[in-house]
Nanobody, 126 residues
Framework: QVQLVESGGGLVQAGGSLRLSCAAS????????MGWFRQAPEKEREFVAA????????RYTNSVKGRFTISRDNGKNTVYLQMNSLKPEDTAVYYC???????????????????WGQGTQVTVSA
């Protein structure tokens, strides 16, 4: 069973950047399709970005397209989320998630992901 640990969150001004990392242990990251989700206070957890096992297929939610970049380094067992041009509405706890299923394409559905990290807080001030 894979364990996921996020890092890289923090407080940043609007327009700034952060890079989130998700380190996996107890499993080979290349066996999982991976996703980033976020949850703001009193809101549902929502999809942000997803990447398939090889890194050749990627999906983003519309609100982050052109600003966020998901990537993975299977050799380092790590997935990244580079976040640029941050906005106050990006403020949330960010979670990475792993799905061991056999589907090739990345998933935007929270219910497809079996393993979750503890989350890292991202706060964007106006």
């Amino acid at each position: 069973q894979v364990q996921l640990v996020e890092s890289g969150g923090g407080l940043v001004q609007a327009g700034g950047s952060l890079r989130l990392s998700c380190a996996a242990s107890g499993g080979t990251l290349g066996s999982y399709r991976m996703g980033w989700f976020r949850q703001a206070p009193e809101k549902e957890r929502e999809f942000v970005a997803a990447i398939n096992r090889s890194g050749g297929m990627i999906r983003y939610t519309n609100s982050v397209k052109g600003r966020f970049t998901i990537s993975r380094d299977n050799g380092k067992n790590t997935v990244y989320l580079q976040m640029n041009s941050l906005k106050p509405e990006d403020t949330a706890v960010y979670y990475c998630a792993a799905d061991p299923g056999l589907v090739v394409t990345p998933s935007v559905d929270v219910d497809d992901y079996h393993y979750w990290g503890q989350g890292t807080q991202v706060t964007v001030s106006a």
